[in-house]
């Protein structure tokens, strides 16, 4: 029952059903009932309907000769009824002209001629209603049109197969045929294809295919043709792959993908990267973006176990596309144990138990276990054992009375996991120690004395309280009795031993529960002292000039009195001074480590006298010094010759001059020199060589050599022993000889400048010219011809604060070559460009003159004041000269010279005395009016003048006095600065005046 669209009316009566459909067909049982029984009463629905379409004939325009299929197909209840009409008569009448095939449903049209042409309709009916539906068949005879464009340009790729449509319509039906422009021929091959529509199918291009192609259409009315152009490109290839690979949290990973892709496509060439399926941000600037891309290589930064998967490059054209894939696995090292038991619990044992957790791609090779005790190092962890990485269960063994907690550490290649968390608390019973100190050992640091140290035993290994240590010891070898004593440190001393002597001692451990097992017999030995003998038979070997061999006998061990640690020697140069008196270099020092009686002594110089000593050493130090050996090293090679250099060099010879060697190393008894051309061509001369024989020879001519040629020089010195290492030297012969200057120096005043040499060996009969210019501009000037023999030359004419160039030059005319060149600068620029800028100025002199005139009227106000009250007080002078710094005085004080303050003055007639006192005036008027302004500034104050003029107050230094204004120091002093400044304070007002 569709309860949707089925309601009960008239209280279950009646049943109504709305929207039937064919699904509503059926039997529909009405059923009654009440106590005595029921009836029923069955009733039969059938749903009938009109006519609907299934297929409607389709209006088409045919070409002549065609074939065309008109469908009609409706369904309803009852079954519809389909009949045909043709230009509105119905088929039945038009059979015998009717030459077409025609069923219920269907009509078929075969030829289709042009008069042809027609409507045709269909009907369906039954007993409900009719519904129609009309088809126009159009039988035309056309000219071949074409319904594809002309000149439609086609591009794939190498590979691919592409199609070239043309699409013609006429009627008749024309005939399609394809061909290359620069061919006659129809395209056939097995890789051609022509389908009905007149499409052309080229599989696996190639470049060779590219081309202009025609497709032309022909029936009996005509002809009609288009051009197709056809571009081969190359297909896109990922020629570096990326690979797999494996990667570390937290490094960098980089995917390469290389493609090779058709030049003409670069601008819609593409190259994106996913990962696994989804595509990946590579653009973006955000800094936490870890995806970046550049010159096809993919970076992943601060790689995460996140980013492990498949990784896809994807490089894409508008004509094809090419990927290529790789996986990337992240390393790490492993994740944490987790779940750690205890099991099987014994007295000193228990078993441990874990789980691993993820080793992140990286087999996890081994676990370290490692126990943490809370009585002595709380909270310290320290390893216990290490098992393979297979293992996730061990035993282990336990030390007394100790509490213990553990945990797990998983390693792989990458590194440890991070500690699992700790099991539960564990506390073993305690027990006697089950070993004794390690490193027992018996140390002299002084003599009669013997230091026992031990390593002590770590709090965990004590097993148990009251640990302490039991010391014992004896003399070595012997059987007498053991002293003990017992400690809780780690270190015993024994008093008065004997000096060196060999002992046995043992050290055990021992706690509240017992001792520890018997304890193994160590030796030491008490304090050592220095040695008493020196080596004796001490004898010296020459090996060569700079080595020797240094033997001797062996001390009597009774006399090394502590552990041999070697020998020391001690040797020394004796040195001669021109009056013949010797002395001795420093001190030079060799030690020979361990038990021998000889040893060789290397850097020696050769031809020198030595003193040596050896001692023995022992651990306490070093014991008395042998009697000193005179020996004395033969020659040797001496160094080379010392600055050698070219005296003169002239036209064909040349002037070659030196020192001694240095180190001599011997009697020097001759020089051998030698020379070649080395010219910077592929000539090279003959190496001639020349024996000096008097070895007080220091310069030597060598002529006949070729002119403006290159040539090196060797010279040797030599011992009966052999030649030194070569000192060398380089020169080129001139065209012309050339003067020899030495120590070329200039010196320089306002106006000039003054050259000075020193003329070399040779001619000093040859010229030479001087040549000078401005350095920032200016053109050179050129002396006349100069003699080598003259020894200075001065250049007159300068200008001031001027700098020059200097050349010296054996030609009269400028090129880049020169003997000598220097830059100098004239004296007197500040000064002139003083005098030039400032004291011409007008502006210059108009303040000069507002100074004076400003100045006499001060001193007119002092003088008016002076003859009015006679002895004037300090605050009257305060009064009369008020604080330039106001703003009403201060605008008139200019540029650098200014009045000085008068503020810091008090007005006490204590201090108005002082003054009078300390200044030392020759006249008995106080009143005597000032005179001469310019004088007083001038610093030159006369006798018959007064003293208390504006110079004596108005000095701005102020530390002539104190803060509280008290007078510090003598006048005089304040006079003699005073005068310096008043040099400058008469030329500047004689400046005003003029």
């Not at 008569?89 to 030829?111: A, C, D, M, V, Y």
């Not at 100045?855 to 003088?863: A, D, S, V, Y």
């Amino acid at each position: 029952m569709p309860t949707d669209r089925a309601t009960e009316e008239n209280f279950g009566k009646m049943l109504r059903l709305d929207q039937v459909s064919d699904e509503d067909n059926g039997i529909f049982r009405c059923i009654a009932k009440n106590d005595v029984g029921k009836a029923t009463y069955d009733f039969y629905l059938t749903v009938e309907e009109p006519p609907r379409w299934k297929i409607k004939p389709e209006s088409k325009t045919y070409t002549i000769g065609s074939s065309a299929d008109l469908l009609c197909e409706a369904f309803g209840k009852p079954e519809p009824v389909i009949t045909w009409e043709m230009n509105g008569i119905p088929i039945e009448q038009l059979t015998p002209s009717f030459r077409h095939k025609i069923s219920q449903g269907k009509i078929e049209l075969h030829n289709l001629q042009q008069h042809e042409s027609a409507v045709f309709q269909c009907a369906a009916s039954n007993k409900h209603g009719t519904i129609l539906a009309n088809a126009n068949i159009n039988v035309l005879n056309i000219h071949p049109i074409m319904m594809t464009a002309d000149e439609v340009k086609y591009n794939t790729v190498a590979g691919n197969s592409v199609f070239m449509d043309c699409r013609v319509f006429g009627s008749p039906a024309p005939v399609i045929s394809w061909t290359r422009e620069d061919d006659i021929y129809s395209v056939e091959s097995l890789r051609h294809n022509m389908f009905e529509n007149g499409t052309l199918e080229i599989k696996n291009t190639s470049k060779e295919d590219s081309g202009t192609y025609i497709c032309l259409a022909t029936n009996s009315l005509g002809k009609e043709a288009i051009t197709a152009v056809l571009n081969i490109r190359d297909s896109t290839k990922v020629v570096v792959l990326p690979v797999n690979q494996s990667a570390l949290r937290s490094s960098l990973a980089e995917l390469r993908c290389d493609v090779k892709y058709d030049i003409t496509l670069q601008h819609a060439f593409t190259l994106i990267w996913e990962k696994d399926g989804e595509e990946l941000d590579v653009t973006s600037t955000d800094h936490r973006n870890r995806f970046s891309v550049k010159d096809g290589v993919l970076y992943i930064r601060n790689v995460s176990l996140d980013d492990e998967g498949v990784y896809a490059c994807i490089a894409s054209t508008p004509l094809d596309m090419a990927s290529a894939r790789a996986l990337l696995t992240v390393l790490d090292v492993p994740d944490p144990p987790e779940h750690l038991k205890l099991s099987d619990s014994q007295n000193q044992s228990i078993r441990l138990t874990w789980k691993q957790g993820s080793h992140h791609n990286s087999r996890i090779t081994e676990c370290i276990i490692e126990y943490e005790e809370n009585r002595w190092e709380p909270g310290r962890w320290h390893e216990m054992e290490r098992v393979p990485g297979i293992q996730s269960s061990v035993l282990l063994t336990l030390t007394p009375h100790v509490s213990y907690r553990f945990r797990v550490i998983a390693v792989n290649a990458i590194g440890k996991s991070k500690p699992s968390q700790p099991s539960a608390r564990h506390l073993t019973p305690p027990a006697a120690p089950d070993r004794n100190p390690d490193n027992v050992r018996g140390e002299g640091h002084n003599p009669h004395e013997m230091t026992i140290k031990w390593q002590p035993l770590k709090p965990v290994e004590w097993n148990g309280p009251g640990l302490f240590y039991k010391v014992s010891w004896r003399l070595g070898g012997s059987n007498d009795s053991w002293e003990e004593v017992s400690v809780r440190q780690h270190s015993h001393t024994v008093k008065h031993a004997p000096t060196f002597q060999l002992y046995d001692i043992k050290v055990q451990a021992v706690n509240d529960l017992g001792p520890g097992p018997e304890p193994q017999v160590k030796h030491g030995f008490s304090g050592e002292d220095v040695p008493l003998e020196a080596p004796q038979k001490v004898s010296v070997d020459i090996i060569n000039s700079t080595l020797i061999k240094v033997s001797w006998s062996k001390v009597p061990k009774e006399s090394i009195r502590g552990h041999l640690r070697g020998y020391k020697i001690t040797y020394w140069k004796v040195q001669h001074s021109h009056d013949g008196k010797r002395s001795h270099s420093d001190k030079y020092f060799l030690t020979f480590e361990g038990d021998r009686n000889h040893g060789m002594v290397p850097g020696l110089d050769p031809f020198s006298e030595y003193f040596l000593t050896i001692m023995i050493l022992n651990g306490r130090g070093s014991g008395p010094e042998s009697q000193p050996v005179t020996f004395s090293t033969p020659e040797g090679v001496p160094s080379p010759p010392d600055i050698l250099e070219l005296a003169l060099i002239s036209k064909d010879a040349v002037t070659l001059s030196w020192r001694p060697p240095v180190t001599p190393n011997g009697i020097v008894t001759h020089y051998h020199l030698q020379y070649q051309l080395i010219n910077d061509t592929d000539e090279i001369g003959e190496l001639v060589g020349i024996q000096l024989p008097n070895p007080d020879t220091l310069q030597w001519d060598i002529s006949d050599l070729k002119s403006n040629s290159k040539y090196k020089f060797y010279l040797r010195a030599c011992t009966v022993v052999g030649c030194s290492k070569p000192a060398t030297e380089e020169g080129i012969t001139t065209i012309q000889q050339v003067p020899v200057l030495l120590n070329i120096t200039s010196s320089v005043s306002d106006t000039s400048a003054n050259i000075s040499w020193t003329p070399g060996m040779g001619k000093t009969d040859l010229e030479f010219y001087i040549a000078y210019m401005k350095t920032r501009k200016g053109m050179w000037k050129i002396s006349d011809a100069l003699n080598v023999a003259k020894n200075f030359h001065t250049i007159e004419g300068l200008e001031p604060g001027t700098e020059y160039t200097i050349r010296v030059m054996t030609k009269n005319w400028v090129d880049n070559t020169s003997i000598f060149e220097d830059v100098i600068e004239t004296r007197g620029r500040a000064y002139g460009s003083a005098s030039q800028g400032i004291s011409t100025q007008g502006w210059f002199i108009g303040l000069m003159c507002a100074t004076a005139l400003l100045t006499i009227i001060l001193l007119i106000l002092c003088f008016v004041t002076r003859n009015k009250g006679g002895k004037y007080s300090v605050k009257e002078k305060e009064d009369m000269h008020p604080d330039l710094e106001s703003p009403s005085l201060k605008d008139e004080i200019f540029g650098e010279y200014s009045i000085p303050k008068w503020n810091g003055l008090r007005k006490t007639q204590q201090y108005t005395e002082s003054i009078k006192n300390r200044i030392s005036i020759n006249s008995d008027n106080d009143e005597k009016p000032l005179k001469g302004s310019l004088q007083s500034l001038n610093g030159d104050l006369k006798p018959a003048e007064s003293a208390d003029s504006l110079i004596d107050y108005g000095d701005a230094d102020h530390g002539q006095f104190n803060e509280d204004g008290s007078f510090i120091g003598e006048y005089a002093g304040k006079k003699d600065r005073g005068s310096a400044e008043g040099n400058r304070s008469s030329l500047i007002m004689s400046q005003a005046n003029a």
